[in-house]
């Protein structure tokens, strides 16, 4: 077995490990607080919260507020689960560090 | 500031990941090594390993044993002082989730 082979692919970028890190602590969050938090392009965030909600990682929650249209995002078990042994695996790599 | 910000791009590939994180506790390693520690592909490795020699965060060392060549990599104080910046960074996310 590798160092690496729990360190997911999916992850493997730091605007989805923002936003899952985000979603872990934030039951619902919406695109606006994201971008807000991230610090990332519309366009940049869209895409990186489409590749999480393809592998069911994120689920995508859309209503009104006042009629404007209010979308949030909430993670999923799976996602948090696929999360949890990515940072365990993180932790892995960076205890080898301080041997 | 967003709490991606110190999160290198550039260690935004598992791979990477590893070979950093290998190159970090062994000053030198050679190619066949670091593939059999990571198991990846001649390929695979090979892109990862150029594009840490380019952001001068590795070097290669070129020699000869028995007249077989010996290609061994080393991270640079540059490399290691980069790779540190990042695993810090990803401390501060893990750290989040134990709130």
Redesign the interface.
């Known amino acids: 077995m590798?160092?690496?082979?729990n360190?997911n692919?999916l992850f493997?970028?730091?605007?989805r490990?923002?936003i899952m890190?985000?979603l872990?602590?934030n039951e619902k969050v919406n695109f606006k607080r994201l971008k807000e938090?991230?610090?990332?392009t519309d366009g940049n965030l869209a895409s990186h919260i489409k590749a999480l909600e393809k592998s069911e990682y994120i689920v995508v929650e859309k209503s009104f507020i006042d009629r404007k249209p209010n979308t949030q995002y909430g993670a999923t078990k799976l996602g948090r689960a696929a999360f949890?042994k990515h940072?365990e695996a993180?932790?892995n790599?960076?205890k080898?560090?301080m041997?």
């Open positions: 590798s160092i690496i082979d360190i692919k493997d970028h730091r605007i490990l923002g890190s985000i872990m602590v938090l991230l610090e990332v949890k940072i993180l932790e790599i960076i080898r560090q041997k």
